[in-house]
DNA sequence: CGGACAAGCTGA
DNA sequence: CAGCTTGTCCGG
């Protein structure tokens, strides 16, 4: 049979003309971002004129994308797509989305910290689809005055545009939070941020009581959106999709769970800052021990004297310069505490590999001559900084003895020691160890600093071996450390309340100790202001870590740009990734800006928490 | 992100 | 040269 061939292979089409144009699209076009991070580009859609759901900047989409369904957001209504692409129809509208408003917020975030659109706009969304919005509840009057001394500080304190209010760690923010909203109840209602999830739920509660409408950002996101409310939340409320905002404000603004450890590593309290001058809306900062960049911000006000000592327990300092450095980590005033209190908590920071150098002649601890961070001794008769790197003989600064005895500490021996001392069984509270109902009601408690979030309550709270803290090679130790103290003094309650924390050091006269004591902060941001020359860290200074397998390849695209950024410098601390160095984040951020992410997995770290 | 397809390594 | 891995590109 001489049969034609009737088959016609589907492997080679008919070339598409370049121009083929399909019917015209039905309805309106939007620009879609899709959810996956990684596409990290907007397709252009139709809208069939039948489909429901709020369509509008922000709306959440379902699209289809290389035949595939997935979510993402409308970026823009009414486009113009560009020439030779044929539209396809969105699946359906899912629901509610970030405003514009916040979608433009997200866009600067991105370029701040060098992320992606995406993952903000995640992180401003419902957890859930939100077809519809509530009704807002309708206006109450404002909640009734605070104490007259909060007030008035609150009310100075909304006249700038950034402020600072220094309230003792067992001061109840609440009074604050509430002159806050008082304050500006005419404006609209308030978002305030607070580190923990526990945190927000308590205030949420609490304001609810004294008459607001109040909803957790986590489970109400909705309400949110619909306005009229104010919204409690930890770090990702910084993207409430509030429209109608009168206050913002910042509950411990210190505290380090307001920055996102992973990358994007973006903080809470900078992208407020951001949103709050877009909006005009002031911002007010809350932390009995505020932060640098907080102190960079605008003025610090704080309660008089006798009100912010009264906050604070008394903390006593045990010099251990006079004792022998072999005298054991439990001297007799801890031991002699511990047996009067009820739930003494005893804090041995971290579990492995603490290490200090003590010299057995004046039993200083061997710091670095440049940036005072302890000093590790890679190789014998020389001390290494490990933080920046200088290096020196090993020889005592303060004595110039020459004799260093090596400490080391373990938690379990620390239980055994607590336990044959205080002649009871000692609980154990390490980080990894399970949930916060292990531990019983009263007596002693053991742990790394996980114990002070998870004590409940204590009388007495004794740091067993504080000069790690106060030496530890990071930049921001000592302010890191001052929030300890504050932790501390906040479990243990206020002066009147009869507990105290008691700290063992060999460096007693550190201003970090000196704040503490006297219940004065002022004294520890002063004296880490002068302190040293290093390259400056945040916020007077940026940093970007640059890390993850593509990290070669972004660096070599990113070489090149540095020769037109005279005060930036790259470092390569050896162990596969590296930091950028710039004079501030905006030239830092403007210099990554312009690098084309090269593809692979990549770590871009602006401001990391810990280098 | 996940699929499609192109360019490289291995084994008869 | 099939058969598989690894890489690069692209989606509306």
Redesign the pocket.
């Known amino acids: 049979m001489p049969g034609e061939p009737e088959v016609r292979l589907p492997?080679t089409p008919a070339t598409p003309l370049p121009a083929e144009t399909g019917p015209p699209p039905e309805g309106r076009l939007v620009?879609?971002l899709?959810?996956?991070?990684?596409?990290?580009?907007?397709?252009?859609?139709?809208v069939p004129d039948a489909t429901d759901g709020p369509l509008e900047v922000g709306s959440m989409v379902r699209?289809?994308?290389?035949?595939?369904p997935?979510g993402g957001w409308v970026l823009e209504c009414d486009?113009t797509?560009?020439d030779?692409?044929?539209?396809?129809?969105?699946r359906k509208i899912t629901g509610h989305g970030p405003p514009a408003e916040v979608i433009d917020l997200c866009r600067w975030a991105a370029r701040r910290w060098a992320g992606r659109l995406a993952t903000f706009l995640t992180t401003a969304s419902p957890h859930r689809a939100v077809p519809a919005l509530p009704n807002p509840p309708t206006p109450g009057p404002p909640p009734t005055a605070s104490e007259a001394e909060i007030a008035e500080v609150v009310a100075a304190a909304l006249e700038h545009p950034v402020a600072t209010l220094r309230l003792a760690p067992a001061a109840d923010p609440l009074g604050a939070v509430l002159a806050g909203l008082a304050q500006r109840w005419e404006q609209g209602p308030g978002l305030v941020v607070v580190p923990e999830h526990a945190q927000a739920a308590q205030l949420t509660r609490a304001l609810r009581r004294a008459g607001v409408t109040a909803v957790p950002y986590d489970r109400a996101w909705a309400a949110a959106k619909a306005g009229g409310s104010t919204v409690v939340g930890t770090r990702a409320a910084a993207f409430s999709p509030q429209g109608d905002l009168g206050v913002v404000v910042i509950v411990d603004e210190h505290d380090e769970s307001l920055q996102e450890e992973g990358s994007p590593s973006w903080h809470a309290r900078e992208v407020l800052v951001e949103r709050c001058a877009r909006l005009g809306v002031p911002l007010l900062l809350i932390s009995p021990v505020p932060s640098q960049e907080a102190v960079a911000l605008g003025p610090v006000l704080s309660l008089s004297r006798s009100a912010e000592r009264s906050g604070w327990p008394p903390i006593d300092l045990i010099d251990l310069r006079a004792e022998d450095p072999r005298v054991g980590l439990f001297h007799p005033r801890i031991v002699a505490a511990a047996r009067a209190a009820h739930r003494p908590v005893f804090v041995l920071n971290r579990t492995g590999r603490s290490r200090l150098s003590i010299c057995r002649n004046c039993s200083a601890t061997a710091t670095c001559e440049r940036c005072d961070a302890a000093v590790s001794r890679l190789e014998t008769g020389i001390f290494t900084c490990p933080r920046c790197a200088h290096e020196r003989p090993e020889v005592c600064l303060a004595c110039r003895g020459t004799a260093f005895a090596n400490l080391r500490l373990g938690v379990s021996r620390v239980v055994e020691e607590a336990s044959a001392l205080l002649g009871v069984d000692v609980a154990e509270a390490t980080g990894a160890s399970g949930g916060r109902d292990g531990l019983p009601e009263g007596g002693p408690v053991v742990g790394t600093e996980a114990v002070l979030h998870r004590a409940g309550s204590a009388d007495l709270v004794v740091f067993l071996d504080f000069d790690q803290e106060l030496l530890a090679p990071r930049y921001r130790a000592a302010e890191q450390a001052l929030a300890l103290l504050a932790r501390a003094a906040r479990l243990v309650g206020p002066r009147a309340g009869g507990g105290r924390v008691i700290v063992p050091t060999r460096e007693p006269e550190h201003p970090v100790l000196h704040a503490a004591v006297l219940a004065d902060p002022d004294r520890a941001v002063a004296a880490e202001r002068s302190r040293r020359q290093l390259p400056a860290p945040p916020p007077s200074g940026a940093v970007a870590e640059i890390a993850g397998q593509a990290a070669p390849a972004y660096v070599e695209r990113l070489t090149p740009l540095l020769d037109d950024v005279p005060d930036a410098q790259l470092l390569n601390p050896e162990d596969g990734r590296w930091l950028l160095r710039a004079p501030g984040w905006q030239q830092l951020s403007a210099l990554l800006d312009q690098v084309e992410r090269p593809?692979?997995?990549l770590r871009l770290r602006v401001d990391p928490l810990r280098l």
């Open positions: 492997d620009r879609v899709p959810e996956p991070a990684r596409i990290g580009r907007a397709f252009d859609y139709s699209v289809a994308l290389a035949g595939r997935v486009v797509p560009p030779g692409v044929t539209l396809q129809p969105i593809p692979g997995r």
